[in-house]
């Protein structure tokens, strides 16, 4: 038998990283970008003039690029889910009887 030669993939679990996006912030960019260029055509459509349509999108991108890395720095990778899943955790549980502590 011939002697197999195998390529090693380092990144196997390491998460998806653009530019330092990390994750699920790629997606969110995407996403902003994508509505920033509908709102393009639609002011173009309307008949905005071409310039006053440039400023508007460009200063929109310029924030939502500003928001999803702000985003991506302060929550990392699995962060914004987790603070997520924490605010639906109830901070007190009550039970006013002991009904569901007793076997029947």
């Known amino acids: 038998m011939a002697a197999s030669v195998y390529k090693i ?3 196997v679990n390491r998460s998806i990283e653009f530019k330092g996006l990390k994750a699920q912030y790629i997606w969110y960019l ?3 970008l994508l509505l920033c260029l509908i709102l393009y055509v639609a ?3 309307i008949g905005v003039n071409s310039y006053v349509c440039l400023f508007v999108v460009g200063a929109t991108a310029g ?4 928001y999803v ?3 991506s720095k302060k929550y990392g990778e699995h962060g914004m889910m987790k603070n997520m899943a924490r605010r ?3 901070k007190v ?3 006013k009887s002991r009904q569901c502590f007793i076997k029947m």
Do not use: A, H
């Not at 924030?63 to 500003?66: I, K, L, Q």
């Open 9 to 11: 993939n380092k990144g």
């Open 93 to 95: 549980i009550r039970c």
């Open 69 to 71: 890395f702000k985003l």
């Open 43 to 45: 002011m173009y459509i």
């Open 88 to 90: 639906s955790i109830p």
């Open 63 to 66: 924030m939502v690029f500003y």
């Open 30 to 32: 995407g996403g902003g």
